[in-house]
């Protein structure tokens, strides 16, 4: 997640034009695909899905070494897909699990307008494209949050359910954020966007594990320890020393992938295999 506190405070002069200022705040969305996992010597299917709302949307379907476990990617606020290549082929060649991971509406090669609606659209979306899939385990697919993308994952476990939910440097809600960006400043009922995981994780069903850095500076340490007190069990909690808001996966190195592949091998080692099939439409919040 990046931020931009000149525009934060420009919403509070902005009078009747405080949503298009806050998307400038909220999202950095970035439309051209700098490489692809060919580059990196992935195997990869390009793939294009479809929205509730018509909206045609692009992702990656790597597929793994062996393992039966699936990892549904939802992205952070910049760039798109192809800025996380290299976490990317980390994972799949120390972890041997499936991945998906798509771009929000605007950002990458996906059509449409970002909004806070729209992500919980292309969630939807996402969720039903993988587990409609015929060589997959629809019973051992995980969501993954990283930052932004933490709040989206929320809202998808609780309306779908997964076998496991992990959220790297999660935040509490865009008003807490702007809160501790301007103390002073009554900025948060200006806000429409909203992305409220502290009010939702409560919601969760699914067995969780909470990732943050030792000194995220973006983020602070503090929102990732209590998002994981208000969630129900079971939930584990990883500090990963030293690591700031984007390098989690590098500072964290083989002890991080470790215990991400102990949490993945618990979450889904006794769920019974299903069939895959198509899920219905959810109505976005």
């Given at each position: ?74 992205h952070g606020n910049a760039g798109n897909i192809s800025h996380r290549l290299d ?199």
């Amino acid at each position: 997640m990046r931020s931009a506190p000149v525009l934060m405070l420009t919403l509070i002069l902005a009078g009747g034009c405080v949503e298009p200022l806050e998307k400038r705040f909220i999202f950095f969305p970035y439309k051209t695909i700098e490489e692809t996992p060919r580059e990196w010597g992935l195997p990869y299917e390009e793939i294009y899905f479809t929205t509730e709302d018509g909206l045609r949307l692009n992702g990656w379907w790597i597929p793994g070494t062996g393992s039966p476990i699936t990892l549904l990617w939802f992205h952070g606020n910049a760039g798109n897909i192809s800025h996380r290549l290299d976490n990317i082929k980390l994972r799949r060649d120390r972890l041997g699990i499936n991945l998906f991971i798509f771009d929000y509406r605007e950002y990458g090669r996906s059509e449409g307008q970002v909004s806070e609606d729209g992500t919980y659209r292309d969630g939807n979306a996402a969720v039903q494209y993988v587990r409609g899939r015929k060589d997959l385990d629809p019973a051992r697919i995980v969501f993954l949050g990283e930052s932004l993308g933490s709040a989206v994952a929320v809202e998808m476990a609780i309306r779908h359910g997964c076998a496991g939910l992990i959220l790297e440097s999660p935040f509490l809600s865009i008003r807490e954020m702007a809160k501790m960006s301007f103390p002073f400043l009554p900025i948060g009922p200006l806000l429409r966007t909203r992305y409220d995981s502290l009010s939702k994780i409560g919601k969760v069903r699914a067995p969780l594990l909470i990732v943050h850095g030792e000194y995220d500076e973006i983020v602070p340490f503090r929102h990732g320890r209590r998002l994981f007190e208000a969630a129900p069990a079971p939930k584990e909690f990883y500090t990963v020393k030293r690591a700031h808001h984007n390098d989690l996966y590098l500072v964290g190195g083989k002890a991080y992938l470790d215990a991400l592949a102990r949490f993945l091998e618990r979450v889904t080692a006794d769920r019974p295999s299903l069939p895959a099939q198509p899920w219905p439409s959810f109505p976005s919040s």
